[in-house]
């Protein structure tokens, strides 16, 4: 008797997640400037026969930096082994990853600006000239073992590439900043990802559920998902303007986007602090976050918005977040 055949495993979030990762360039929608680079790069290495280039991704969480890693392995047609900066601890680990890699192989090391000095110090040798140096032993007795790896790339992704140092940054042979998507290229997305999901949805739909994904293909996703849950469980046959706005409305999703923390943000700004100019330490205080989200998450989408404005003096609600919050200038709450 034949067993019968495996459905696709996208039963889990981050599964399903992972099935809507496009697998080719031809497939991955946005960053266009960066896919035709990488695409010249990959053909010219592949062409010579070699490795593809030592590659140092930046940008935004959920952009697509690991998306890419895979996507050029598939096209060098090599494996790809991923690790992060905080899982190396030691320069053991790191000398074990790169010695474990075969030719033309892919290493991603994702949040590269987390290794530690000594692991960071093993990798270089060995992205500028493939050398393994190891220290055995410890004191007078030890002594140096230099190790040739073979040709190898090293991938590394990074939300901050102003904490990696110069030494690290400069070994990569390009490096490529993942802006936000384009409003009309995460509605693709959405339309790409419900036909993988099997669910209908109306263009508008589409487009409401764009509007508020933070110009992120990761949200878009989520939301897509949770939209579909939202039909499936109230019988709807598709996805339109009503199961999506209700979606975001459980969710407290304005609809640009704007989750509770952002409003609060910016409430703070506004009533406490007459708008503006405030420093990041006293926001963070007053919003109970830290400063480095408040930086890295929640201010570049506000200020891609139009909502904030970082000034030297201090973060300053535009009037447009005034309005958006329904707010008047020079008032507290209305
Ligand atoms: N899913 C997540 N990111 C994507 C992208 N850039 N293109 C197509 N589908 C995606």
């Known amino acids: 008797m034949s067993m019968p055949k495996k459905a696709p495993e996208i039963s889990t979030e981050e599964g399903a997640l992972e099935a809507l990762r496009p697998q080719r360039f031809e497939d991955y929608i946005g960053q266009t400037k960066i896919k035709t680079n990488l695409q010249l790069i990959i053909d010219a290495a592949k062409g010579r026969g070699e490795a593809c280039d030592h590659l140092l991704f930046y940008g935004q969480a959920g952009l697509g930096k690991t998306t890419l890693a895979y996507i050029i392995g598939r096209e060098m047609n090599v494996n790809v082994r991923s690790t992060s900066g905080p899982a190396i601890e ?33 990798l270089y ?30 991938i590394g992704a990074t ?88 979606t975001l409305d459980m969710l407290e999703i304005d609809d640009l986007g704007l989750d509770e923390t952002d409003r ?25 976050e830290d400063m480095e989200t408040i930086e890295e998450v929640y201010e570049p989408f506000l200020m891609k918005l139009g909502l904030l404005n970082r000034t030297s003096l201090g973060r300053m609600a535009t009037p447009l977040a005034y309005e958006h919050l329904g707010l008047q200038r020079d008032k507290k709450l209305i």
Do not use: C, W
């Open 159 to 246: 939300t901050k590439v102003n904490m990696l140092s110069a030494p690290l940054r400069s070994r990569f042979g390009a490096t490529f900043r993942l802006e936000y998507y384009q409003h009309e290229d995460i509605e693709r997305i959405i339309a790409r990802s419900a036909k993988i999901l099997g669910v209908a949805i109306t263009p508008e739909a589409a487009r409401a559920l764009a509007r508020a994904s933070r110009f992120t293909p990761r949200i878009a996703n989520r939301l897509l998902k949770r939209a579909r849950d939202y039909a499936q469980v109230y019988k709807k046959r598709s996805i339109d303007d009503e199961v999506v706005k209700a």
């Open 90 to 122: 030691k320069a053991g680990d790191m000398a074990a990853l790169l010695s474990n890699l075969e030719a033309n192989e892919v290493l991603f090391i994702d949040e590269i600006h987390r290794l530690n000095k000594l692991a960071e110090e093993i």
């Open 125 to 154: 040798p060995a992205l500028e000239s493939r050398k393994l140096h190891l220290i055995v032993g410890k004191g007078p007795s030890a002594r140096t073992f230099t190790l040739d790896l073979p040709p190898i790339t090293v």
């Open 264 to 288: 609060e943000l910016l409430r703070i700004i506004v009533s406490k602090f007459n708008g503006g100019p405030v420093g990041l330490k006293t926001l963070a205080a007053a919003l109970n």
